[in-house]
Structure formats: C-alpha cells, structure tokens
C-alpha cells in the first residue's frame, strides 16, 4: 500500500504518481483503485517528433476522460530487456542494488563460515572467510563486518560468471584490495580471481558501492579480503552451474518492471493506492499488418507491454517493380536514418498540457476514446485503393523494358516508417518498423 493522501499534504493541485514495481515473475496493477492502459501502436503526425511531451500528456488526458480516476498501466516488460531500446536496461548489478539477492533467496552468513544457500538453480554455494588484513584508521572488525554485508553479491557474480561450469571447476579463490579515502569510500580497487576475469569485474563493479565509516584523522585505509568460493551439486539435482547450460535460467531474468501512473487532485483523492499481482499482457510489439495491429493489451503467457508510437512516410516515387509488395514498412533511406536512432524523452509525468489536438495527430482512430474521426486515419476502402495499381501504372509496369529494374520485387519496402516508443515508463524512442 502507497499513502498517496499523505502527498496531498503540501500539494498546490493536480498531482502525477509514477510508481515503479519490480517483482519476479509478476505485473502489478492497483486493487484500490479501476486500471487502464495508455493505447499503443498509434500511427502519428510527423509533428509529433518535435513535441512528443504534448501528444502523450493528450493522450493520456483522453484515457482519463474515458477511465476516470484510474490508474494507468504505461509499461509492463521483463526487466533485462527490451525491443528496441533506447537506452541501457537494468543490469545485474542494478538489480542486486534494488534487493534482487534477497528476492532470489540468497540469504547471509554467520560468522565464520557461509553455510550453503539454496538457490534457485540446483547448486548451491559456500563461501568461507579468511582474516582480514586492515591498516590503521579504522577498527579491523567495523570493515570485517560490512564487507559480510554484502556477501550475497560476491556469491551472486560467482554463480552467474562461472555459469554453465561442473561442480569441481567452479572452486575459487578470491582477494579483493582497495583503499577507503578520507570520505569513507572504496578507490584503487584491485580483484584477483583465479582466471575468471568476468569474475574479477562483477566483483569490483559491487565494492565500488560499498560504505565505509570516515578514517580517523582524515586518513585512507588499506584493506586486504580474501575468500575461498566453492559450489557443490544438490542431491538429485543433473551437473551445471544453473545460470546456464546444465540447469535452470538466471533468476534475474524473471524480473518483470511495471510502471503505473496515477494522476490526482485533492477533489478526486479517495483510498491510498493497494496493488495485486495481475495477469500478464502484450501489447505495442509491433506484430502483425500495419494497418490491423491491436492498439490495447491483451492476455499473453509473459508481459511484454508498452507504448508504442509510429511516424510512417510512404513511398513517393515511381513503382517500378513488376510485383510490388505494399503495405510492408522498411527502414529509413540513408539521408535520414540519423534521425530515427532510438532518443530519450524525459519528465513525461511531469509534462505542461500544450493543447495538442489528437483529432490533427493521430493517423489512426480511436473509437473507445471517442476518437473515431482523426486526420489521416485509414479506412478499407483507402486500403483497398492503395494496394491496387492505377490503370497507368499498370500500363507502364507492362510497357517497361527491365521491370524492377535491378530491384527485387519480393522484398522491397514500399516505405519507411519511424516509431516512438515508450519504454520502462519513461523512455521513448525512434525505430524503424519492419
């Protein structure tokens, strides 16, 4: 539960809560409150490229309109990827930051001795500390004690770094040195381990990250750890790693991240936002003929749901192909394919309301949000007009001395097309669709 009505305290108005979940498996959606989702695959305005903010804020004002006080589900995707994308996803460090370790069920140790922790692959792991070495300036049991905090990431990078390996070859021994400056912060950090180098760069990646106590005196620590890293095979269980050949998938890839948008006023306030597992969905993948693709979620066996928002340009020039193939979307010509690179757009939960008219930039209607008449929207019948050559092309196709021409008929796009697509709730990019 999220006590929104708390947020309503120092509000001078209207209010956007975006909420962001991550969970194994599993989309959230609210309990408290009805649920929409943003409508997707939406054939757009080339002005929609310079003022996306405006579209999308439009957009979702009208779903809104439709769905009052609901919350809107924006984005609904397996964490570690996505298609396309616009920017890095969550990494696997990112995720053991967020508590993917404890979620994943790698528990802590005791002192001593790091007994084995089942996890979700049929392998399990023991590590074992050796004395730490630490110079002056702090108290030996203080650094001791942090590093122990993070154990499960030094476990996680070894079992996801030495995937696939038997029982027997996956033992290493470990020596991590650094330097804590005057700020309490690790530098120079030095990971030996065996010749396992992605090893070596996961570990360094998690203490960089570590917190230590300020030194006394203003003065750096050296520190000197050192483990011994074993994996045993589970009774019952076949040979493998688990993270890959040989056993189950990396556990991180089951992570879903759902983001929800709530907008409120103190008018329209009522219960604190509850959320419920929900059913998984997909939606924007772009699959299927251009004209036909479904433009809300539906029901799927993994989530795969996002915004998705296209700026198409026909085909202007001559047909001069024997048997063209219309209505199949092509990528960019080169004089422009700079401009559909995958672009970032920010602060859409916060976006100033510009008027954008959706009647003028949708290509495409929307009957369920009361937008049946838009300004390029496709009908059958220009469908049917489009994919049927004039009587005068027809004559010149007929009358050409080479055909295509040097093309391939069975292959070639009659168009580009550029699609902005909204991704991990706050991206939005250009891509080309196929």
């Known amino acids: 539960m999220l006590p929104i009505r708390l947020g309503m305290l120092n509000s001078s108005g209207t209010q956007d809560l975006i909420v962001h979940v991550l969970a194994r498996d599993t989309r959230y959606e609210a309990a408290s409150y009805d649920n929409a989702f943003i409508p997707t695959n939406l054939e757009v305005d080339d002005a929609v490229r310079e003022d996306f903010g405006g579209f999308y804020a439009a ?23 996505c298609d396309p994308c616009p920017g890095p996803v969550l990494s696997e460090q990112d995720l053991l930051s967020l508590g993917a370790d404890v979620a994943v069920g790698l528990e802590d140790a005791e002192d001593g001795e790091d007994e084995p922790s089942a996890t979700t692959t049929q392998w399990t792991t023991r590590v074992r500390y050796r004395p730490a070495e630490v110079s002056e300036g702090l108290p030996s049991e203080v650094v001791r004690r942090i590093a122990r905090r993070h154990v499960n990431e030094i476990r996680f990078c070894h079992q996801s770094r030495l995937a696939g390996r038997p029982a027997n070859e996956a033992g290493v021994d470990v020596e991590i040195r650094f330097t804590i ?37 203003g003065s750096t620590v050296q520190v000197r750890l050192s483990y011994r890293i074993d994996a045993s ?27 929800l948008h709530y907008r409120y006023g103190r008018g329209a306030l009522g219960d604190d936002l509850v959320l419920r597992p929900a059913t998984p969905v997909t939606g924007g993948r772009g699959i299927g003929p251009a004209n036909e693709l479904p433009t809300g979620a539906e029901t799927a066996p993994a989530s ?11 085909w202007t020039g001559p047909v001069e192909c024997e048997d063209p193939q219309r209505g199949r979307w092509g990528g960019p010509p080169p004089e422009v394919a700079e ?8 602060n859409l939960g ?19 949000l009361g937008l049946a008449e838009v300004g390029g929207r496709v009908t059958a019948q220009a469908v049917e007009q489009e994919t049927t050559p004039s009587e005068a092309e027809a004559e010149e ?28 709730g706050w991206m939005v990019s250009l891509r080309r669709e196929r």
């Open 339 to 346: 401009r559909s690179r995958p672009v970032a757009a920010t």
């Open 181 to 217: 400056d005057p700020a309490g912060a690790p530098q120079d950090i030095r990971v030996t381990a065996g010749d396992h180098a992605g090893l070596a760069e996961c570990i360094t990646a998690s203490v960089r990250r570590w917190a230590f106590p300020e030194p006394r005196d």
């Open 233 to 259: 095979l589970s009774t019952g269980r076949r040979p493998g790693l688990g993270f890959g050949s040989g056993g189950r998938a990396n556990p991180l890839m089951s992570f879903v991240l759902t983001r």
């Open 304 to 314: 795969n749901f996002q915004g998705r928002y296209i700026i198409r340009h026909p």
């Open 59 to 81: 957009l979702f004002d009208k779903v809104l309109e439709e769905h009052p006080n609901a919350v809107v589900t924006e984005y609904a995707w397996q964490a570690t990827n």
């Open 350 to 368: 916060t976006q100033e309301r510009t008027g954008a008219s959706l009647e003028q930039l949708l290509k495409n209607p929307l009957p369920e």
């Open 397 to 424: 196709q007929e009358g050409g001395d080479d055909g295509c021409g040097g093309c391939s008929a069975s292959s070639a796009p009659t168009g580009w097309s550029l699609a902005l697509i909204f991704l991990v």
